[in-house]
């Protein structure tokens, strides 16, 4: 799986279906859900294939067609449909596991947070202890703040599966935002101990270990992202972050530009890239970046708030002005426009 995307993965599993070979494609639909756990097209193909494997599917579940129909609106990103569709089917099917977990899957994806929390939490009462709707819990509950809870939900899917790289990842994230940085570095290297060539832990152990001040080390952990997965723009402008920190500018610039090649529309590493050149007093450049990022999101606060700086700087005051006064029109409380 850490070679293919889910696409080219659920890609391959149908060929071996169409062949005939359905061990392979069993196994490849599970290594599907070991990554991405409620996807929900690997979820109901497996389900077709593995009658009573798994407690996505069940006698109380309702009949395939009906999933597949739920899946291809899934497929086609109707969220909102999805959800709506699965929510009514549910007081059909009260104890359908895999309908409850695509009633997440869909909520969470549709921004249905308290929905999501709410269908989560039915699917981990009918999985009895099975992980994977206690780490969908953990997420619903973490988009919603409710950190704490979130964390224990983790830590109940971990008791069921304590290498379950995902949930540890996840709970990295969690503890990371609740400023407990060495917890969280410890879940992500519990996730690489079982998995090396998890390229979102390194990337999110960078982030930890540069919160810690530790640039030399959270530099090896994004190129080591970067040596798995070369197009992942975020471990790049991390990168870039990283070397800013550590004076190195000329590889920070170096490391934005790569991410922006991948990825041109990257809001953030347009204004990391200003930041990085403003500090070599590049400011032409660094005001055409910040006004690139500007040009993806008007109400970018912080590039609207540097751009003022670098306008400031070139000896503009009244846009430098302009721009602080937009900067705190999509944000009033933004402290940097005020200062400057």
């Known amino acids: 799986m850490a070679e293919m995307t889910v696409d080219q993965a659920l890609a391959q599993a149908e060929a071996f279906v169409r062949d005939g070979d359905l061990d392979k494609a069993r196994k490849l639909y599970q290594a599907i859900l070991d990554d991405v756990p409620g996807e929900v097209r690997a979820k109901a193909a497996l389900a077709k294939l593995t009658e009573g494997e798994s407690p996505a599917t069940t006698t109380n579940d309702p009949p395939q067609e009906v999933l597949e129909g739920l899946v291809a609106l899934y497929n086609q990103h109707q969220f909102a449909a999805v959800a709506e569709q699965a929510g009514r089917l549910t007081r059909q099917y009260p104890d359908a596991f895999i309908l409850w977990n695509i009633l997440g899957a869909s909520g969470a994806q549709s921004r249905q947070l308290a929905l999501a929390e709410k269908a989560f939490r039915r699917a981990a009462e009918l999985a009895g202890g099975h992980p994977e709707p206690l780490n969908n819990l953990g997420n619903a509950l973490k988009e919603q703040g409710k950190l704490d809870e979130a964390v224990d939900a983790y830590q109940r899917a971990l008791a069921a599966k304590p290498d379950y790289v995902l949930a540890l990842n996840n709970l990295g994230v969690c503890l990371q935002e609740q400023d407990r940085v060495d917890e969280a570095i410890e879940a992500y290297r519990k996730a690489l101990t079982h998995q090396p060539d998890y390229a979102e832990a390194h990337n999110h152990l960078g982030v930890a270990l540069q919160l810690q001040g530790n640039l030399d080390a959270a530099v090896a952990s994004y190129r080591q992202a970067l040596s798995i997965a070369p197009k992942y723009v975020d471990a790049l402008n991390n990168l870039g972050n990283a070397h800013r920190d550590n004076k190195d500018l000329d590889?920070?610039?170096?490391?934005?530009?790569?991410?922006?090649?991948?990825?041109?529309?990257?809001?953030?590493?347009?204004?990391?890239?200003?930041?990085?050149?403003?500090?070599?007093v590049k400011l032409d450049e660094a005001v055409a970046a910040y006004k690139q990022a500007l040009a993806l999101d008007p109400d970018y606060t912080?590039?609207?708030?540097?751009?003022?700086?670098?306008?400031?700087?070139?000896?503009?005051?009244?846009?430098?002005?302009?721009?602080?006064?937009?900067?705190?029109?999509?944000?009033?409380?933004?402290?940097?426009?005020?200062?400057?």
């Not at 170096?254 to 990825?263: D, F, M, Q, V």
């Not at 306008?311 to 705190?328: F, I, M, S």
């Open 302 to 340: 912080e590039a609207l708030s540097n751009l003022g700086s670098a306008l400031q700087a070139q000896g503009k005051p009244e846009d430098a002005v302009a721009a602080y006064r937009k900067a705190l029109a999509s944000n009033p409380g933004y402290i940097e426009a005020q200062i400057n």
């Open 251 to 280: 590889a920070a610039i170096a490391a934005y530009r790569s991410a922006l090649r991948i990825k041109p529309n990257y809001i953030i590493a347009h204004n990391n890239l200003g930041v990085a050149l403003k500090e070599q």
